[in-house]
């Protein structure tokens, strides 16, 4: 064996996110030591993993927080993600971390402090942050209807631009099942992301009984010329929240305490993501796996 000198060896995680079964989640790779590492080297090992994200470890800056990450995907930084948020955390936790708060985990980000709840059964849940809604342009819609020809908009729930650090063009479908077989275009999306300025293109519908959810969610992105469909999306989730929120929850009361979101189904994944409004704010929780514990050597 080779010895390579000057190697930094560290800490390292995979895990699967909004789970309770191992390869039926949104998969993570933490490195849990990441200080040294320069922006070029995150942005290597993102693409190294080619996972949807890769998070990176350091010392806070705030003096509130536990710890700061930096969060890539192959192709760029993002300032904030939900699946990250939680993986990193219990990642962590795993590891030994002591948190400042008992029973919150506070992670500062690209949009400053996020907590994480600690909640019984292996359940973690960050509090949505902030989000802006954008109405579309004429020329936006158009386009926007042109895509989803033969697919059936939702006419009641204007599609919007939620931005959340991370942006996504939000657009409701009739019923889940309207969700589901939808095909999406790689081209028409490419046009959506660069026409609207967003990361994704969110498309979700609603279980009519409330199984084996209450939503059904799809996200998709075209990263490095490639069509991706993302398998469970924190974010998204967290815009959704905030939207029917604002929207007054438009499928009944029973919303305004929390809900459940079903994703990955298309994928053959069985990803679950729970809502919880306290106190007037949305949290967004699941549960993680961890597949991978081992050393990075770098």
């Known amino acids: 064996m080779l010895r390579r000198d000057n190697v930094t060896p560290r800490a390292y995680k995979q895990v ?14 933490v490195i849990l030591e990441a200080e040294g590492l320069t ?12 996972l949807s994200e890769t998070t990176f470890v350091f010392k806070p800056t705030n003096p509130a927080a536990d710890y700061l990450v930096r ?11 939900g699946h990250p948020t939680l ?18 985990v506070m992670q500062e980000c690209g ?12 359940t973690l849940a960050f509090v949505a942050p902030t989000v802006t809604f954008q109405t579309l342009t004429v020329e936006e819609r158009e386009l926007l209807i042109t895509h989803f020809q033969p697919a059936v908009i939702e006419t009641n729930t204007i599609p919007v631009i939620a931005d959340m650090g991370i942006r996504w063009l939000m657009v409701r479908m009739p019923n889940a ?21 967003v990361d994704g293109v969110v498309v979700y519908g609603a279980y009519s009984s409330g ?13 490095l010329d490639k069509l991706v469909e993302d398998p469970v999306t924190g974010s998204a989730n967290a815009c959704l929240a905030r939207l029917l929120k604002t929207n007054n929850f438009p499928d009944g009361g029973s919303t305004s305490l ?28 699941g549960q993680i796996c961890t597949l991978v514990n081992g050393w990075l050597h770098i």
């Open 87 to 104: 993986g990193t955390a219990h990642a962590l936790l795993e590891s030994g971390l002591v948190t400042k708060q008992p029973g919150i």
């Open 177 to 197: 099942q309207a969700c589901l077989t939808m095909t999406p275009d790689q081209a028409m999306i490419k046009k959506l992301q660069v026409a609207c300025h």
């Open 39 to 50: 922006e070029m080297q995150m942005l290597s090992l993102a693409r190294w993993t080619n």
């Open 16 to 29: 699967d996110v909004f789970t309770t079964s191992p390869l039926q989640g949104n998969p993570l790779a």
């Open 258 to 285: 929390g809900y459940q979101v079903q994703q990955g189904t298309q994928l053959h994944r069985k990803g679950l993501v729970s809502v919880r409004f306290i106190h007037d704010e949305p949290w967004i929780g």
């Open 111 to 122: 949009v400053g402090l996020v907590a994480v709840n600690i909640l019984p059964e292996r």
């Open 71 to 81: 969060i890539f995907t192959p192709e760029k930084e993002l300032p904030f993600a």
């Open 211 to 223: 199984v084996p959810a209450d939503y059904e969610m799809r996200a998709f992105l075209v990263e």
